[in-house]
C-alpha cells in the first residue's frame, strides 16, 4: 500500500517532537493537555535573576573575610553562598521537618554530623543532613570556605541543649523568641541516601563515572538531580525547552559549560558555580556546551515534577 504524503509529514512532525524531549521522556507515552502558563511571564524577583556569576559574587566581597550572598528567595527555597574565614566555626544545630544541603565551591569545610563520623568536604562535593539531625561546620586549612546552601523557604533552625539545667545563652533571631523545649522525634536517617558525594573524585576524574542521572537529594518537597553530558551544538531558538507549573527551579554548573535559552532573553553560558534561575511558567532550555563533558545540578521540590513541551504543528 502506498505512503501517503500526510502520513510522511505526520511521521516527520512525530519526530521532530521526540528530537525536543529528553531520551528518557521518549520511552514513555506522550499524552496532551492544555497547560497553564502566565500570559506575561514570571519575571526575577530580587535576589533571584537569570544567573549568578561566582566570579563576579567573589570580586564584590573582595577584602572580606566571611560574608552572605543571597541567590533564591521564592516560596520553595531560600539559597545563599557563605564564605567562611579559616577557622570559623557554626554552632551545633538542626531543622525541624526539612532537610539541608550544599555544594561546596572552594576550601575545605569540616562537617560533624551526628551518628556520621565527621569528614573534610573540599571542592565539588555535596553534602545533604536529614531534619531533626544536629550539624555543625568549620572551615580547615589556610584558605576561606565558599558553600551554596539551600534551605526550605520561612525555616528556622533549632539548637539543641545538651544539658537542660545550664542550656546556655538563648539564640536571637529576627521576630522570634527562643524558648527551653523538649520534643520526640528522633532524626530522620539517611535511609538509601548518603551524607556526601565527592562529584570530582566520582565524576569528572573517574573513567566509569555513573551516566545515569544521579538523585542526591530526593523526597517530597525536594530534589538535587546531576545530569552529565556531553557537550553539543546549540539547538535553535525554536526550541523553546519547557517550563514548570507553579515552581521555580535553579541549577549549579559543577562542571565545564552550560548554554541556556529563557524565553525572552538570548542564549547565555553559565561556567562552574555559577548558578541559573528559571521562573515558574517560563520556558527555559538547557544543553552541554564545549567539547568535554559538562554537568548541571538541578534543585527544585518536585522530584517527578511535570515538564511541559511545545506542541510542535503538524
Known sequence: MPISAKSVLLGVAAMAIAAAIPASAQQRQLFYAWAPKPSVPTPWTAPNKPV??????????KGQKSWVQPIVRDHDYSA?????APGEKTRTQFWADDPVFWWIADGQVRFHI????PF??????????????????????????????????GRTPLYPVADKANPGPAPKADGKTY?????????????DHKPYLDFIKDYVKNPNAPTAHFRFVEDDDNFMNIIRGHGMPTPPDSDKGHF?????????IAEGSMDYKMEGMKVFTAHVNDIVYAPQ???HRASWAGDGMSTRIAINP????MHNYDVKPD
Request: charged residues 20%; glycine residues 8%.
Open 52 to 61: 549568578w556569576r561566582y566570579a563576579e559574587i567573589v570580586a564584590a566581597h
Open 80 to 84: 545563599d553562598y557563605i564564605q567562611m
Open 114 to 117: 551526628q551518628g556520621q563520623q
Open 120 to 153: 573534610v568536604a573540599s571542592k565539588g562535593f555535596m553534602v545533604q543532613v536529614p531534619y531533626r539531625t544536629p550539624y555543625s561546620m568549620e572551615t580547615v586549612g589556610d584558605a576561606p570556605s565558599v558553600r551554596f546552601e539551600v534551605r526550605r523557604a
Open 179 to 191: 524558648v527551653l523545649s523538649r520534643y520526640t522525634n528522633t532524626p530522620n536517617p539517611y535511609g
Open 244 to 252: 514548570h507549573i507553579d515552581y521555580n527551579e535553579f541549577w549549579v
Open 281 to 283: 511558567g517560563r520556558w
Open 302 to 305: 518536585r522530584r517527578e515534577g
